[in-house]
T-cell receptor, first 115, second 114 residues
């Protein structure tokens, strides 16, 4: 059972470039989310989805887009990369969005540097 | 709105000593509380969670936490630290029901001295 898989693990971009961070889960989880982790800031929610076709903004959504066309996949798109988006990005999933007792399962992260 | 406070960014203990990592939360609804651990260059792994029922929760690797509603706290403890416990620890809160989001504290780095 692969769990939550994120690709790529590392990426370097130039300012203004766009890219997509991939996230896939094989646990049939309804709820998926993207976080960014910065030193001293903990994890901050970027976008989340409670099911296929439904997405919503988190705490820091600016500069990022998401879509959820299938239950398994939840890609995160950087539209025009900026140095402030240098961070470690984590994708997570849980069985449902409602019923907050469901723990989230995390991928291993994507380390993104914007030059 | 909900929030989590983890005071301090770094805790250092000797091997075999008690580990105590503090977490205080605020939530307008009965909360679900979680502790996650992150080892270097890895994702977050669930240590333990409090949902309902017994307020003393046991997790993996000998860790436990006690939910104290009157103190709005969910401190993480381990009686005897091991070198392998060195990692970053995150406390998180999630409200019950609805599309409740998981809110994380800023994290605490635990160092274990030989």
């Amino acid at each position: 059972n692969a769990g939550v898989t994120q690709t790529p693990k590392f990426q370097v971009l130039k300012t203004g470039q766009s890219m997509t961070l991939q996230c896939a889960q094989d646990m049939n989880h309804e709820y998926m989310s993207w976080y960014r982790q910065d030193p001293g800031m903990g994890l901050r929610l970027i976008h989340y989805s409670v099911g296929a076709g439904i997405t919503d903004q988190g705490e820091v959504p600016n500069g990022y887009n998401v879509s959820r066309s299938t239950t398994e996949d939840f890609p995160l798109r950087l539209l025009s990369a900026a140095p402030s988006q240098t961070s470690v990005y984590f994708c997570a999933s849980s069985l449902t969005g409602t019923g907050g007792n469901q723990p989230q399962h995390f991928g291993d992260g994507t380390r993104l540097s914007i030059l | 709105a909900q929030s989590v406070t983890q005071l301090g960014s770094h805790v250092s203990v000797s091997e075999g000593a008690l580990v105590l990592l503090r977490c205080n939360y605020s939530s307008s609804v009965p909360p679900y509380l979680f502790w996650y651990v992150q080892y270097p260059n890895q994702g977050l792994q669930l240590l333990l969670k409090y949902t309902t029922g017994a307020t003393l929760v046991k997790g993996i690797n000998g860790f436990e936490a006690e939910f104290k509603k009157s103190e709005t706290s969910f401190h993480l403890t381990k009686p005897s630290a091991h070198m392998s416990d060195a990692a970053e620890y995150f406390c998180a809160v999630r409200g019950a029901g609805g599309n409740s989001k998981l809110t994380f504290g800023k994290g605490i780095t635990l160092s274990v001295r030989p």
